[in-house]
């Protein structure tokens, strides 16, 4: 049994990524001038996850990706706004550095939602946890202080449309994490 890494993931249209960009540039600034050592997300990478699945055998790609594009024909194209930095597990001891949903949280939840369910019927065990829709901007090696301490002044990235949703490979590596697109799906096509 041959398996592969995959999680099914969003985006932002290209303009509102290049500013989350541009806000994790600022941040990453401040942060190395702070002393603070994180591996930063490339402005590729820059996505929403709507649901983990880990190591799954390669058969199961397609069943997948087939769940994935009934929900997607079934779901309106959204609308989402990043602003505002955040960190998991919380900001006086960030391990990870995220852009937090400031508009259309609710859309992405309820395509999470859909998407959970339909990944039920595969056998997928549900979520360990509740969706929380995040960018994530960087991955937190050692830190000097809360995120206030890195935290630019605009974190506003405005509102950006999210089209599709894709199920992508992830591939470990010592430099980070490459992503390979498996299959795509564009919201709305129900008509």
């Not at 990524?17 to 540039?25: Q, W």
């Amino acid at each position: 049994m041959e398996t592969v890494r995959v999680f099914v993931g969003c985006v932002l249209d290209l303009g509102a990524t290049r500013k989350a960009h541009d806000l994790s540039r600022a941040t990453r600034a401040l942060a190395d001038s702070a002393g603070w050592d994180v591996r930063w997300v490339p402005a590729p990478n820059l996505h929403f996850t709507l649901r983990f699945l880990g190591d799954i055998d390669q058969g199961l790609i397609e069943p997948v990706a087939e769940a994935m594009r009934s929900v997607a024909r079934a779901t309106p194209t959204l609308l989402v706004g990043l602003g505002g930095l955040a960190a998991f597990p919380d900001r006086d001891a960030p391990r990870v550095v995220y852009a937090d949903v400031s508009r259309g949280h609710d859309g992405l939840a309820r395509l999470a939602d859909k998407l959970e369910s339909a990944l039920g019927g595969l056998g997928f065990p549900k979520a360990d946890r509740p969706f929380l829709g995040h960018m994530t901007l960087g991955r937190v090696q050692s830190s000097r202080g809360g995120l206030g301490s890195i935290t630019p002044a605009h974190t506003d990235c405005g509102v950006g449309t999210v089209a599709a949703i894709t199920l992508y490979r992830s591939d470990l590596f010592s430099r980070g994490s490459e992503y390979l697109a498996l299959a795509r799906a564009p919201l709305g096509t129900d008509g």
